[in-house]
Antibody
């Protein structure tokens, strides 16, 4: 069974950084891409970028370059996203979701991690 | 970036009715559109891929159509579990983008 398990909710101060994780199981991690997506409360979904489980190659939405950094640990089949210089605009739920190029749709999603930026 | 416009923003229906949700792209995207259902406080669930292709495990009352710029998600005889928000997503070009969603609510 495919599972994407995300880390718990975070409360962080403005200007700080946070690292979110997405631990996977039930499929061959290196054969898929992992995307990260942002959903602010009551808002639509934004694609942040993706990373290939095989070689760690990345692609970013220009809007999130400099804000998000994606990495993987193949040994534990886990994807990570670092968010830096956090502001209130970064308060959101962040999802990880897998896809397989050239099929750019998301067939499995993690449950999401709520990040709250507040002093 | 490709903009996806979903309409209506909210659709109020009675269980048993059939509905159509619209997604319009700002430029032609062939059939590179996918539909998701998101229930409150849950992650999205893939319903339809590439405009009209069905997904294993998704009830047959969900279907999709369209190509180019205009797409439709149809639900035949809405059931109580279907009341949620529906999003379309394009994969024609990067960055991937989503529509703003249609909320299906009980009348």
């Amino acid at each position: 069974e495919v599972q994407l398990q995300q880390s718990g909710a975070e409360l962080v101060k403005p200007g700080a950084s946070v690292k979110l994780s997405c631990k996977t199981s039930g499929y061959t991690f290196s054969n898929y891409y992992m995307s990260w997506l942002k959903q602010m409360p009551g808002q639509n979904i934004e694609w942040i970028g993706n990373i290939y489980g095989g070689n760690g190659g990345t692609g970013y939405n220009q809007k999130f370059k400099g804000k998000a950094t994606l990495t993987v640990d193949k040994s534990s089949s886990t994807a990570y996203m670092d968010l830096s210089s956090l502001t209130s605009e970064d308060s959101a739920v962040y999802f990880c979701a897998r896809h397989r190029v050239p099929y750019w749709y998301f067939d499995f999603w993690g449950p999401g991690t709520m990040v709250t930026v507040s002093s | 970036d490709i903009v996806l416009t979903q309409s209506p923003a909210t659709l109020s229906v009675t269980p048993g009715e059939s509905v159509s949700l619209s997604c319009r792209a700002s430029q032609g995207i062939s059939t590179s559109i996918h539909w998701y259902q998101q229930k409150s406080n849950e992650s999205p669930r893939l319903l339809i891929k590439y405009a009209s292709q069905s997904i294993s495990g998704i009830p047959s009352r969900f279907s999709g159509s369209g190509s180019g710029t205009d797409f439709t998600l149809s639900i035949n005889r809405v059931e109580s579990e279907d009341f949620s928000v529906y999003y379309c997503q394009q994969s024609y070009s990067l960055p991937l983008t989503f529509g703003s969603g249609t909320k299906l609510e009980i009348k």
